[in-house]
């Protein structure tokens, strides 16, 4: 199992970024699908999940109306479109497989005030 994050950077407040997630080792069409983050010192917190063939989809009330998960299943790939960013959004963004124990490196999402 691979799961491969990109797409991160620095951005002002108010700003967007668009994450992807490439998925490799396993069947991906088949796995429900989650963005975590992780602020520093901090635990990993969930910020967005879609199940398989993107049937349902759900966020916390901390991003939701700001940011968008969606995959392409043909692709491989899970995205997580961000928008509206806050100084609070700043954290490491990792994708994960519902069910396998496997972590990417992650992406680095800072934004400033």
């Known amino acids: 199992v691979q799961l491969v994050e990109s797409g991160g950077g620095s951005v002002q407040s108010g700003g967007s970024l668009r994450l992807s997630c490439a998925a490799s080792?396993?069947?991906?069409?088949?796995?429900?699908m989650m963005w975590y983050r992780q602020a520093p010192g901090k635990e990993h917190e969930w910020v967005a999940s879609?199940?398989?063939?993107?049937?349902?989809?759900d966020y916390p009330d901390s991003v939701k109306g700001r940011f968008t998960i969606s995959r392409d299943d043909a692709k491989n790939t899970l995205y997580l479109e961000m928008n509206n960013l806050k100084p609070d959004d700043t954290a490491k963004y990792f994708c994960?497989?519902?069910?396998?124990?496997?972590w990417g490196r992650g992406t680095q999402v800072t934004v400033s005030s």
């Open positions: 994960k497989a519902v069910g396998l124990d496997a």
């Open positions: 080792g396993f069947p991906f069409n088949q796995y429900p």
């Open positions: 879609i199940l398989s063939f993107g049937r349902s989809i």
